[in-house]
């Protein structure tokens, strides 16, 4: 395919707008063709608002339409399942967000249709584009701190999402630290086989009725050898806090900052400097070269280097994480499901 890819962005809330955003300003070789929201009134203001000329209300009469190559969805985690299907049984080329579905069976049932239908299924585990964390896998790979040991990795976001979202996002291992576990199975280049995970609410208490934590921490060992632990937190209330650190047997890496910009105040009260807000504005980058790579992806009927493979086996470690926190036991793998 030589010409335009003709996208649909389905699901219009806190990453849809923004992915919708991107594609129309920082994407080349697409076209945002229409804006898909069930919410009423929600994707006619969106289309109005980012210049789009069509939007619908209806996600299947969206996959029918012969004028629309690839879908971009961005949808309720729980409505992944039902969208992917749908859209591969249409010849569409799907970008979906993580996670893939809520439980294995489901995403390995999504991985058959993808490969019986052929089309192309990119994740949204969009680190792996971050300038940062990309030229930390090149370095790594280039044998510059020796072998990778120790993976280290965080993320801690602003705020809590209101209970809605809460209660469809799987919990905290499965909407925050699925997305550490798949860097980290990426630059360290081994398959992870064991997970330890616990957790507690520390701040706020509906995540009870929710059944979900606020704070958590996983320990991880791989195949290769190495280990790591990753912790995840609703509690940041300096900013959105995402870094990484892998040691290896001749140095170690360090990956992103607190710092919004390189700007840094003084006055006599002190220093200061901007931290970065949300994770809109720390992974602009990366959210843009990812739908970039699904275009060109699309275009020249290649394989994304983050797929609903890889989205499945994220999941595994993620659910088996949570099954760990409750069961106060280790989870093992025996080696990778899919
Ligand atoms: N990669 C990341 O960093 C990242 C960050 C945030 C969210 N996400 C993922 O993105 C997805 C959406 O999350 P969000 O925070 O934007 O949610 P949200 O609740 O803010 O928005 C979801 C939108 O989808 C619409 N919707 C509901 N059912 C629909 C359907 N059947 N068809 C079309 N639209 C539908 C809703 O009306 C709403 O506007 C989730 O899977 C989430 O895990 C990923």
Redesign the pocket.
């Known amino acids: 395919m030589t010409q335009q890819v003709r996208c649909a962005v389905?699901?219009?809330?806190?990453?849809?707008y923004y992915h919708a955003k991107n594609m129309i300003t920082a994407v080349t070789s697409a076209s945002l063709t229409i804006v898909?929201?069930?919410?009423p009134g929600?994707a006619e203001q969106v289309a109005s608002d980012l210049g789009v000329e069509k939007y619908s209300d209806s996600?299947s009469e969206v996959m029918k339409d012969p004028d629309i190559d690839a879908v971009i969805i961005?949808?309720?985690?729980s409505?992944?399942a039902?969208?992917i299907t749908l859209a591969a049984e249409h010849g569409k080329q799907i970008f979906v967000?993580?996670?893939l579905t809520l439980n294995v069976e489901e995403s390995k049932a999504v991985s058959k249709v993808i490969e019986e239908t052929g089309v192309i299924c990119q994740v949204?585990?969009?680190r792996r584009f971050d300038p940062a964390y990309a030229d930390a896998k090149k370095r790594i790979d280039s044998g510059e701190i020796g072998d990778p040991i120790y993976f280290k990795g965080f993320t801690r976001d602003q705020g809590s999402?209101p209970a809605?979202?809460i209660r469809h996002?799987g919990g905290l291992f499965v909407?925050c630290s699925i997305?550490d576990y798949d860097i980290a199975r990426y630059l360290m280049g081994s398959e992870i086989t064991s997970v330890s995970g616990h957790g507690r609410i520390l701040k706020y208490e509906f995540m009870k009725e929710c059944n979900d934590i606020d704070q958590a921490l996983s320990y991880i060992e791989f195949e290769s050898g190495a280990a790591g632990d990753v912790e995840a937190s609703r509690i940041s209330p300096y900013g959105h806090d995402i870094r990484a650190e892998i040691i290896g047997t001749k140095g170690s890496i360090f990956v992103g900052t607190l710092r919004n910009q390189d700007v840094t105040v003084q006055t006599a009260a002190g220093s200061t400097y901007e931290i970065i807000p949300d994770?809109q504005t720390r992974?602009h980058d990366a959210y843009c070269l990812e739908l970039q790579h699904f275009v060109e992806c699309v275009q020249n009927k290649t394989k994304p280097i983050v797929n609903d493979v890889d989205a499945t086996i994220n999941l595994e470690i993620a659910l088996a994480a949570t099954e760990s926190l409750h069961s106060r036991r280790p989870v093992y793998f025996k080696k990778t499901t899919v």
């Open positions: 389905l699901g219009l809330g806190r990453l849809g898909v929201d069930p919410m929600r996600p961005v949808t309720p985690t409505t992944h039902k969208m967000e993580k996670p949204g585990f969009m999402p809605d979202f996002s909407d997305h994770f992974f």
